[in-house]
């Protein structure tokens, strides 16, 4: 999450016409095979304090779609994720070797998963929005899934770090949200020979340099046709979920309806925004200034980020599987929530 110091153009979203919430059906959950590599191997110890503390999750509400056992599995695989990126690969400071050794993580990562992860280069020549360039060569990792239909939907998180710091919550936690839904999204019911049941193609980005002034999603967005971007339904963000005991959600009034209303569903204890949390910027804000709908995630405690205090300590497990389902949920039920407001 970025420091305020830097001045963004913001662009407020037209209002979004009322919808109705009627949903996709969510395919059922099938169990966890044997033969799925457990993440964050090196973090074995972490990683059973971890599962102590989601065995406590109470039951979900009867008309919830997902189950405590959907919530404490999405919560065990992003803690993996995220103790490995915070722990072993540790900080990730912008546009440095440790950013680049970081990337090379996260490329390994999702090829274990299926994919075919591309890097997209960027630096010191990369100048956008009257932005000081980034100070040295960056990139961002970016990958599909491609759906049964036409449009895009954008999930991302930045990766890096500011000096000194492991960044758990910010923003090892959104990438292992991240990881955590592209390893479960690439398997039954939810895709079947690489090719997902949404009527869309799904693209995760892992943005680099967010902690010096945005400068990989500015730049990403920068490069795209004005019809590629009229081909993006949807940006979703995620960006310090992990530490607090809420979560917070703040973007077009057409997505934070449908997220507060299945949060309710779910039990998720979810606090809805009418502006950015006092702190920071985060990559949504580049998309909201091309007029892409935006949404963001957070958890409701950032007081340590940006700083060594930002360490897995302070991460809350549950809220990683809260903002997962969340996330999923919106997912399968973007078709009937496209508002035609662009």
């Known amino acids: 999450m970025t420091s305020k110091r830097f001045t963004l153009s913001l662009v407020v979203a037209a209002a979004a016409a009322l919808l109705l919430t009627a949903c996709n059906p969510i395919p059922a959950e099938p169990p966890v095979t044997a033969g799925v590599p457990t993440p964050g191997s090196a973090c074995q110890e972490r990683n059973e304090i971890a599962r102590e503390t989601l065995a406590g999750t109470p039951p979900s509400p009867a008309l919830a779609r997902f189950d405590a056992a959907d919530r404490k599995a999405f919560a065990s695989s992003a803690f993996g994720y995220l103790c490995e990126l915070s722990e072993v690969v540790g900080p990730r400071e912008s546009a440095t070797q440790e950013e680049l050794e970081s990337a090379e993580f996260l490329m390994e990562r999702f090829t274990e998963l299926g994919y075919s992860p591309e890097m997209q280069d960027f630096g010191r020549w990369t ?3 009257d932005l000081r360039p980034p100070p040295g060569p960056s990139r961002n990792i970016i990958l599909e899934l491609p759906g049964r239909g036409e449009g895009v939907v954008i999930l991302g998180a930045h990766y890096d770090t500011t000096p000194d710091s492991v960044g758990a919550n910010d923003n090892a936690s959104g990438v292992g949200v991240l990881l955590a839904l592209a390893e479960r999204l690439a398997q039954p019911p939810w895709s079947n020979q690489a090719v997902s049941v949404f009527p869309f193609t799904l693209r995760f980005i892992a943005f680099g340099s967010e902690e010096t002034g945005l400068h990989g999603s500015w730049h990403y967005v920068d490069q795209l046709t004005d019809a590629e971007l009229a081909d993006i339904w949807v940006m979703i963000n995620l960006d310090s979920v992990g530490s607090g005991t809420t ?4 973007g ?5 309806r449908h997220v507060s209303e299945a949060a309710e569903r779910e039990g998720v204890l979810l606090t809805i925004g009418r502006r950015w ?13 091309a007029w892409v709908p935006t949404i963001f995630f957070s958890g409701n405690d950032i007081s340590r980020i940006n700083s060594p205090d930002d360490t897995i300590e302070f991460i809350n497990p549950a809220l990683l599987g809260d903002t997962a389902v969340l996330v999923l949920d919106l997912l399968a039920s973007l078709e009937d929530l496209q508002c035609g407001c662009r």
């Open 277 to 289: 949390l006092s702190g920071g910027f985060s990559d949504n804000f580049s998309f909201g200034d």
């Open 247 to 250: 979560l917070f959600a703040v």
């Open 252 to 256: 077009n009034p057409w997505l934070t």
């Open 127 to 129: 100048t956008v929005k």
